[in-house]
DNA sequence: CGGAGCATTGAATTGCATCAAGGCACGTGG
DNA sequence: CCACGTGCCTTGATGCAATTCAATGCTCCG
């Protein structure tokens, strides 16, 4: 078993679980959890279906989580960001399909230990609760993003989600690195692969923002954008 | 303060808390609950933005959760059930508008002695927890069908939801009684009015339903409506 | 052996025809 | 009277296909 560091990085990125604990709380998890590694991108935590028996915890890169649909296509969830958990299942299996975007690190939680673990630690247990009761919070900010008709509308939302990434935007230059592909933003907002490009071609037309390539964008326009996404 | 009888309603709906607590549990509960009555449809229990300080539990009757986008339309996030809790918030300001969808009885657990009993009983707490975690997956769930581009398997969705409502579904009959609105539908499945209308039009054409009355929908088949919605 | 230039592959973008949902108006029914 | 349904036209996203672009690998030559 390696020794574990819970918590790295730089950036205070949102509602970072690790950054709540106390030592002790900390030591006890390390205590159980495993530091899993993938170095590349496209690379699989687990499946949709497989017996779920535990939680993760990324710390470092990014991955997806998608399900699968009947008719061939995935819908992609959620792109989760460093201090986010991810492990959710229904009967013993998981619901979710979870690839690295880019080179991750996760900490491995086993189920059965983390569940004594809460209950054993009520104030543990609250962080945890917190932690799901945000990312239901989240999961509606969503499902707004999704109500909107707008391409453009959807694609501004989804570019404002990294303004908190310290991984991928850069405040001073105000430039997103996208780790995914046009498809992958295409299944996340339900659009096409080909909208997505129009949509940020009409962007560029508009003066929101300019793309210094197909993975950088920068955002010219921060207002603009703010004014056309929901919330 | 009024007795409360924490549960009701016959039917053995989802996940419903109420019914997996201990006596002790349930006493403890009652003791800071206070129930609510909402005699008629379209009376508001709280608004998006008011200062949070309960959470609530359905216990009888239905409400909707919506958002107002800054379009001017408003989203309506979910349409809740009995066993359902609510009360989301973010920054101690409630983050939806919630309405009575018909004649509601709630509780109202004031957030501060809900609290000190979550912190003291970590078993009580492990309920809750699993409750928001059941949330999460439903709102995964509706993510999913927003995905989807067709009105006609946004809308089987949505009438498959009713299959477990005791109080909404007669399964001898397999009539579903629809106590909101078209234009309620239309933004719960981000559609128009007009939309819902006329794909409920082509679903009785193609035989799936039939409609006994506005409000009053015959579902003729079954299997093909759940062919239609995805999972 | 090393490097310049070309070939190959996959992703991203763009044009064009098509189609489904939106918007408006009007009619109907409880 | 208000909610629901439907016809007609508009709008905007989709699907397909062609083109551009980037990255990588390969060959051939110095």
Redo the contacts with the bound molecule.
């Keep these: 078993m390696p020794s574990i560091s819970f918590s790295r990085t730089g950036g205070g990125e949102r509602n970072r679980l690790d950054r709540l604990l106390t030592p002790k709380q900390r030591a006890r998890l390390e205590g159980i959890a495993s530091a899993l590694t993938y170095p590349a991108r496209n690379l699989t935590v687990y499946r949709e279906g497989q017996d779920a028996n535990a939680l993760y915890f990324l710390n470092f890169g990014m991955v997806e989580l998608a399900c699968q649909k009947q008719d061939g296509n995935r819908q992609i969830v959620s792109f989760l960001h460093p201090g986010d958990l991810f492990g959710l299942f229904e009967h013993e299996r998981y619901v979710n399909t979870v690839r690295t975007l880019a080179p991750t690190e996760v900490f491995r939680l086993p189920l059965a230990e983390l569940r004594r673990l809460l209950v054993e630690d009520a104030q543990l247990q609250l962080l945890f609760l917190t932690k799901a009761v945000h990312d239901l919070r989240r999961a509606q900010r969503q499902i707004s993003v999704l109500g909107q ?4 509308q959807r694609l501004a939302s989804f570019l404002l989600e990294f303004l908190y990434s310290s991984q991928f935007y850069d405040p001073d230059t105000r430039v997103v690195t ?1 780790p ?5 933003i ?1 299944d996340y907002l ?13 962007m ?1 037309a508009e003066g929101l923002i300019r ?1 210094r ?3 950088l964008i920068h955002l010219q326009n921060l207002r603009g954008l703010m004014t056309l996404a929901a919330f």
């Excluded at 008709?149 to 453009?152: H, K, T, V």
């Excluded at 339900?190 to 009409?202: G, I, K, M, Y």
Aim: proline residues 0%.
């Design positions: 008709r707008d391409a453009l996208l995914m592909s046009r498809s992958d295409a339900a659009l096409t692969q080909e909208s997505v490009s129009r949509a940020l071609a009409r560029e793309r390539s197909a993975k």
